[in-house]
């Protein structure tokens, strides 16, 4: 079994670090289409849901997503 210590996770951290600004940074978003994939929202279990209604749930789910995986990686 591998042995890591504190030192070697520290270098590794510094050769990987990003943030999320660096992955979305000039990219711009479409507000009339989903910008979650549908497999991952769940949009489209509320059936009383219009299109446009579930286009902005999808808009809320993924804003949660990007701060859930913002505060997991930085």
């Keep these: 079994m591998a042995q890591y210590t504190y030192a070697d996770c ?26 979650l994939p549908a497999r991952l929202s769940g949009a489209d279990a509320i059936g009383s849901l219009g299109r446009e209604e579930r286009t902005k749930l999808s808009h809320v789910e993924m804003g949660a997503y990007a701060h859930l995986f913002g505060y997991v990686e930085e």
């Design 10 to 35: 520290l270098q590794s951290s510094y050769r990987v670090n990003w943030k999320i600004s660096d992955v979305v940074s000039g990219h711009r978003f479409d507000p009339s289409r989903r910008w």
